[in-house]
């Protein structure tokens, strides 16, 4: 006990970090004029519990995670951890488990064993996401919209053949547009986690104590 309270013992200089995020329910959102969401509790318990001063912006996902890149002392979630960017952050997580999923329509009636059944298939995604990333990168036909809600209506219409969305970020969407009977997931082809990204010349002892503090408080 007297161990664990040493190491989470308030840093001698309090750093102001910038949280950048994103609308990405469950995880992060506004609600009621206030940033909230799976992954913004467990942000905030872990800097009350290191005693880091912070503040949260929510932004288009670019500006987000372009913020976190190139301005010191901020950082960005919950950001999809992957080899690309592995490198250009410093890390502290995981805080959220994020599947990545195929939806389509409810009446179809196509099975997919594998993503690969679905190439040559239009896909929707959105600019800038790494399942988007992802996809254009193993060569399949997407059509990215700037806001992921945006495919519904597209799948809804049949401009697109399937959605690739987070597990639970799809249904939430498809609940807030009153469609969630008229899609069904068909296919979960990666999983991954998602964490905070951080500059990468953010103070190693600010570091230190916010992976003590999530460890603390995941407990």
């Keep these: 006990m007297l161990a664990g309270c040493v190491a989470l013992a308030p840093v001698a200089a309090r750093a102001d970090i910038l949280l950048t995020t994103e609308e990405y329910p469950p995880f992060n959102m506004t609600q009621d004029g206030k940033v909230a969401g799976i992954a913004t509790d467990l942000v ?7 005693g880091v001063a912070y ?5 288009p996902w670019n500006r987000a995670y372009q913020t976190a890149q ?3 002392d901020s950082c960005v979630y919950s950001t999809t951890e992957t080899p690309e960017r592995k490198g250009l952050f410093e890390w502290v997580g995981p805080l959220v488990r994020n599947d990545w999923v195929l939806f389509a329509k409810a009446d179809n009636a196509t099975p997919l064993k594998s993503l690969e059944d679905a190439r040559g298939k239009t896909i929707g995604g959105y600019g800038g996401d790494a399942v988007a990333v992802y996809l254009e990168k193993g060569g399949y036909k997407l059509d990215a919209a700037p806001r992921d809600e945006l495919n519904l209506p597209k799948l809804a219409a049949g401009r697109i053949d399937y959605w690739a969305s987070g597990s639970e970020l799809g249904p939430y969407l498809a609940k807030l547009q009153g469609v ?4 069904k997931p068909v296919l979960t082809f990666n999983t991954t986690v998602m964490s905070l990204a951080c500059h990468k010349d953010t103070d190693p002892a600010v570091l230190a104590k916010l992976r003590a503090a999530l460890e603390a408080v995941r407990k």
Aim: zero cysteines; glycine letters at 0%.
């Design 70 to 72: 190139s301005q010191k």
């Design 180 to 183: 969630a009977d008229q899609i």
């Design 44 to 50: 905030r318990a872990m800097f009350d519990k290191a």
């Design 55 to 59: 503040k949260i912006e929510v932004l």
